[in-house]
């Protein structure tokens, strides 16, 4: 009978909805491919533009950047907020893309125009010092900057869910499409990433700056094209209402009875009105987060209308939206242990960019300058050799001995991740310790900053950087996953988000980290860890301490873990997972 009535509702819903499926796929495909060709080009080496053609000090670039990095994370909240509230996806999407293209124009002029960026370090003056960017060129850089954040704010909450949004999420067919499209989707950010880091990278590092950050823009342009191009063939989403605002009716009308005894049995007493047009799976009662069930309590003072909803929800809430807060709740201190395992991530990234700056990127004996921000390559390389090894082999083995879907649960999934990360930043400092001896006791020349480069190879930054990947592999896409399954239906763009707004708190808490570290050190014995020159530094350290925090990390994390109990679900719905899954991990192991 269950399996009439979806049938039914697909064949009332597609007519409406017009789900094109793979004849959309691409356009979307499309302009997802040229999207992140143009960001990742853009941003993947913005480090080494700010400090070679900027002349921006490496530690304030780092900031910089790493404020950036934040900030277009964050500002996908806002954008979550007012595409689910207030635009759609589409709009959202259209007009953000066009944001991101004129903010590549500006910010490739910045490189094409001799009068918007300073000078050369070797033409400013005859002692080596640089002339830093004057007021106005910082003002044109951070221009093209914000209209770039404004660009991201609206195109990563969106263009994964959009994209998923034109299959009938009621048929086998449309729901083999939604799962092709998530793996097109990984692939093409992969592909992106590599292209930036190797073809793209080299334009810029050893051809042209105003050439490598041109090519971007362009795929920028054409990623809009792409986009505005399939509009006809689009389903187009409306938006129904801000899920914070259920949020913010379940806490006040929780409070406003916070006085009135809880039932003894609530999974029966309370008011538990769901709409019809609910898009939500029918959450279970959990005990857990028990103040809340005072918001579903019915009073003689509640009115209810005609079709069983409450007439105030700020008085009044349902059960189903207090499980759905509840659900919310259980996963920030996930999400806070997730933003301090991105620290790690931040911190290898852009310090193994400076370790390879300084380091013999010479490939063998041809005489070929590696750029040093193309080591990157490396990590994504990682990630898409393990993924299908993981898939294919590992998970189908470890499917036979805990009898469970993908092997090990989720969170067993991040905990793996976690301590790759502390064996990478142990890794790290090992390398830096002596790479750093190499370049005191047998450096092959010096760069234009008058600095010493190490005789040791690039190549023993490969390990740290693939173990990165791998710990990637298994923690931040886990987390993906995580929010996507444990979020409920209606909040899929908040869940989005959330993976971003992680890593925009992580970028800056990296920064905070780097600017204490380097403000302590440089009164300490052993001087300044973070010099502009690494030589004089103590990086090795840092990767210590970093370690340290990741350590630290990993025992809160696994207490999250024993106490985290998985959304449980009366009647399953899109994206939630079986009643078999929805027990405690506690009971899983961890």
């Known amino acids: 009978m269950e399996k009439t009535e979806n049938c039914s509702a697909a064949t009332t819903d597609e007519p409406q909805m017009h789900y094109r499926g793979i004849k959309a796929m691409p356009y979307v495909i499309g302009n997802e491919t040229f999207e992140k060709l143009g960001t990742t080009g853009t941003s993947n080496n913005l480090l080494v533009y700010l400090t070679t053609i900027f002349n921006i000090k490496s530690i304030s670039a780092t900031n910089l950047v790493n404020v950036f990095n934040g900030t277009c994370n964050l500002a996908t909240l806002i954008g979550a907020f007012l595409s689910d509230t207030y635009f759609g996806r589409y709009t959202t999407l259209g007009f953000a893309s066009i944001s991101s293209f ?20 070797n033409k400013s003056s005859e ?72 073809i793209i990278v080299y334009v810029q590092s050893d051809v042209s700056w105003a ?52 039932p003894d049995e609530p999974w029966i007493s309370l008011f538990n009105h769901i709409p019809k047009a609910s898009i939500n799976s029918k959450l279970a009662y959990s005990d857990q987060f028990r103040f809340l069930n005072k918001a579903a309590i019915l009073t003689p003072e509640d009115k209810i209308n005609s079709d069983g909803s409450a007439v105030n929800p700020w008085k009044l809430s349902s059960l189903q939206k207090v499980e759905e807060i509840k659900c919310l709740i259980r996963v920030v201190p996930i999400w806070a242990s997730g933003i301090i395992y991105s620290v790690a991530m931040v911190q290898q990234q852009t310090y193994a960019v400076f370790q390879a700056i300084q380091s013999d990127r010479y490939l063998g004996h041809t005489g070929f300058n590696i750029p040093a921000a193309s080591f990157g390559i490396f990590t994504m390389i990682g990630v898409t050799i393990w993924i ?22 989720l969170l067993q999934k991040m905990s793996i991740g976690m301590v790759l990360a502390i ?5 790290s400092a090992i390398v830096e310790d002596r790479r750093r ?14 600095r010493s480069i190490s005789s040791l190879s690039t190549m023993w ?3 740290q950087l693939t173990l990165i990947g791998l710990s990637e592999a298994f923690t931040l896409i886990g987390l993906i996953e995580f929010y996507y399954k444990q979020f ?11 993976t971003f707004i992680g890593l925009a708190l992580s970028s800056y808490l990296s920064s905070f980290l780097i600017s204490v570290v380097h403000k302590i050190s440089e009164r300490s014995q052993t001087g300044d860890w973070l010099p502009e020159d690494l030589n004089k530094g103590k990086l090795d350290y840092f990767y210590y301490l970093v370690a340290g925090l990741e350590v630290m990390n990993l025992g809160y994390f696994i207490m999250c873990a024993n106490w985290y109990k998985y959304k449980e679900s009366g009647s399953t719905g899109n994206g939630v997972e079986g009643d078999d899954d929805m027990v405690k991990l506690q009971s899983d192991g961890v």
């Open 488 to 498: 409920p239906e209606n909040m899929r763009s908040i869940a989005g988000s959330f």
């Open 423 to 427: 064996i990478t930043m142990v890794i």
């Open 102 to 121: 004129l903010g590549m124009v500006l910010l490739t002029l910045t490189a094409a125009v001799s009068k918007l960026h300073p000078p050369a370090c």
């Open 437 to 450: 001896a190499l370049a005191l006791s047998n450096p092959i020349g010096i760069d234009s900053k008058k």
């Open 388 to 409: 299908p090894i993981y898939d294919r082999l590992i998970v189908p083995w470890l499917q036979k001995y805990t009898k469970k879907e993908g092997g090990i649960t």
């Open 461 to 463: 930054l490969i390990p």
């Open 211 to 262: 050439w490598g950050l041109a090519i971007p823009a362009f795929m920028m342009f054409l990623s809009c094209l792409m986009f505005f191009i399939g509009t006809k063939m689009y389903v187009k989403v409306k938006p129904q209402g801000s899920p914070i605002t259920s949020v913010i009716q379940v806490i006040i009308a929780a409070v406003r009875k916070r006085k009135l005894k809880q």
């Open 127 to 198: 002692n080596g010092t640089c002339d830093g960017p004057t007021p106005w060129q910082m003002t044109f850089l951070m221009s093209g900057l914000g209209l770039m954040v404004i660009g991201a704010g609206g195109i990563r909450p969106c263009n994964l869910a959009f994209g998923a949004d034109q299959f009938n999420p009621e048929t086998k067919s449309g729901k083999r499409g939604i799962t092709s499209f998530f793996n097109w989707y990984y692939f093409t950010f992969t592909f992106a990433m590599m292209v930036s880091l190797t």
